[in-house]
């Protein structure tokens, strides 16, 4: 269905910013509840026919990133003293995809809850120094609704796991089928007196809500899925948007300032369109989902003498905590092909390390999945999933990939990240964007503990491997990280204005009338696969948002 259009000088009820796995479920929620809601998203709006399984432009080209970082113009430095500068390579520091459906869109969909402990961890563990590590103003016991939600509207397979938090109803459809990686996981998990249980996904194992079930054709990560069986919010969300009658999907609207009237508010969004040029939709409120690097980018760029720091940002807090998740990787050669190329990356996970653990010494958890990752496709095993000390050249270059591609797996942690001042986005005062705005400068050094727990990940994965009977095992190494995807804390929830940017139902405490809600909007990392969350608190904000407009309050 087409979208209505709306007249940019006239007021709608909400613009939303941003269509990603947030944003597309506030634009569904407003816009079915019958409220006027303009979406303006900077990316194009693809369709199922325009994914490809085309590795040379998705993973080389990263055609659904928006292009390298000669677009993105980002820069990089660990430390505030430093000057940021590009990165090494094409691809950017921040990443996430530009479109409709955003990084729902590519993103590989595995898909964790938090656990009730995620959301009062500091009154448990007590304070970290150096960081400002705190409890969420929400509870899991709120969220969990909107977690089911999630399940049974945008769609998600799987099976509880031993270890998982409460939840008021089963997933609507059985997990996706076990790999030759989940196999080995599970035997490995047996012998070492662990637990491997199967692994959540926002891809459906069988038809549901009107959408077909995943063909395991295998082009999960990075790619979109041409079956439209990966629940990204393009293919579960826009279509009621649009259906709605009330949803103006407005893409190739890059928004460049949130302008406010002389009462504080939120009165327009500007944006360039497809040819540059400059308009502003005007509107009763702003719903910014941008994801947690391009909201506070934005939100720093609205500065104006009102707001002079940027708007919403009287604490300070736009841009920084910014958490990665820490991730550990071992990659393990089996003796006979697993051809785990197949189907989607993961199938089994381990959750044995989930919480914090004072016997270990520092702060920190995580998850372990088994996968082909790099080794999902040719191109990418050979650029980056083949054995380091193996030759990088001629016939035993060409030996090596021919035997290991289908052989080759790996067990990879995702583990926390710690919220810290000096991780944050800011503007870089010299480096622009092909739009001409001022670039995300990225300033990131992962806490120790962060890296220690990361060290400890790896050693498990390590240890599955051995279990497994991997014929030959390399670790990935403990890096810094130097960029990230999951882009999370940098707009925080919590109740104190001073030390937050919105409150506990998304509106931010300096501009009545605009909310916030994305990855942003996270407190603490949780131990990866952040979507599940983001799309819960997507569903909860626009309840609040709809009895605040019900209410006459906005
Ligand atoms: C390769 C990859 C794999 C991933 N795998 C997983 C996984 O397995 N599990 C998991 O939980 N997470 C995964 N993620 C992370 C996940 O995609 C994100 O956590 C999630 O999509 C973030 O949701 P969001 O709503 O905050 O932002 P996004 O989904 O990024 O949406 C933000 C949208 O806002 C738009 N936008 C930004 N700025 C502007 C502007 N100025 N004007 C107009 N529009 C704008 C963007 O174009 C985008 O469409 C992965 C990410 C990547 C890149």
Request: charged share 20%; with cysteine; glycine share 10%.
């Amino acid at each position: 269905m087409a979208s209505k259009t709306f007249d940019t000088r006239k007021e709608v009820d909400f613009v939303v910013i941003g269509s990603g796995s947030a944003g597309g479920i506030l634009a569904k929620e407003l816009s079915t509840a019958g409220f006027s809601t303009v979406v303006l998203e900077q990316g194009p709006y693809r369709n199922a026919a325009d994914f490809t399984h085309d590795e040379y432009s998705v993973l080389i080209q990263s055609e659904l990133l928006g292009g390298g970082n000669d677009v993105h113009g980002q820069t990089f430095r660990h430390y505030e003293h430093e000057t940021a500068g590009p990165p090494r390579d094409r691809i950017t520091p921040i990443r996430y995809a530009p479109g409709v459906g955003g990084s729902s869109v590519h993103f590989t969909a595995n898909f964790w809850r938090l656990r009730p402990v995620d959301f009062q961890e500091r009154s448990l563990i007590g304070p970290i120094s150096g960081t400002n590590f705190t409890d969420w103003p929400i509870t899991y016991e709120e969220l969990e609704p909107y977690y089911t939600r999630v399940d049974w509207e945008i769609g998600v397979s799987g099976a509880p796991g031993p270890f998982d938090a409460p939840r008021s109803k089963p997933f609507p459809m059985p997990p996706m089928p076990i790999k030759s990686s989940g196999v080995l996981m599970e035997k490995a998990a047996a012998e070492l007196g662990w637990h491997a249980q199967p692994e959540p996904h926002a891809i459906l194992s069988q038809p549901h809500n009107g959408r077909a079930g995943c063909v395991s054709c295998g082009y999960c990560m990075w790619f979109g899925c041409e079956a439209g069986a990966k629940s990204s919010t393009l293919v579960a969300m826009i279509p009621l948007a649009e259906a709605s009658g009330n949803c103006e999907i407005r893409p190739e609207s890059t928004v460049i300032r949130i302008d406010t009237d002389d009462r504080g508010r939120a009165s327009e969004v500007v944006y360039l369109d497809r040819d540059g040029v400059e308009q502003a939709q005007k509107t009763k409120a702003v719903v910014l989902s941008a994801n947690g690097a391009e909201s506070a980018r934005l939100l720093l760029m609205s500065a104006s003498p009102q707001h002079p720091d940027g708007l919403a940002n009287s604490s300070g807090f736009v841009g920084r905590n910014l958490m990665f998740n820490q991730h550990s990787l071992a990659t393990g050669v089996y003796e006979h092909p697993l051809n785990d190329y197949k189907g989607v990356q993961v199938s089994r996970i381990i959750h044995d390390f989930y919480d914090t653990d004072e016997k270990r010494g520092f702060y920190g958890g995580g998850g372990i999945d088994a996968r082909p990752l790099f080794s999902a496709t040719p191109i990418f095993h050979a650029l980056l999933g083949t054995d380091p000390n193996a030759p990088r050249w001629g016939k035993g270059y060409k030996d090596v990939l021919a035997h290991d591609f289908t052989r080759t797996l790996c067990f990879v942690g995702s583990n926390t990240s710690l919220a810290m001042d000096r991780n944050n986005v800011t503007l870089d005062p010299e480096s622009k964007d092909a739009s001409g705005r001022p670039a995300i400068r990225l300033t990131y050094m992962d806490h120790d503990d962060d890296l220690a727990t990361a060290a400890f990940f790896e050693d498990r994965c390590a240890e599955l491997h051995d279990a497994a009977g991997a014929m030959k095992m390399w670790r990935f190494g403990i890096r810094p990280n130097t960029g990230g995807e999951h882009l999370l804390g940098t707009c925080r929830m919590g109740n104190d204005p001073a030390t937050s940017v919105v409150d506990s139902k998304h509106r931010s405490h300096d501009v009545p009338n605009l909310f916030i809600c994305d990855g942003s909007s996270m407190v603490t990392s949780g131990r990866g696969q952040p979507t599940m969350t983001i799309m819960a608190l997507a569903f909860r904000a626009a309840d609040h948002i709809k009895a605040a407009a019900g209410a006459g309050e906005i």
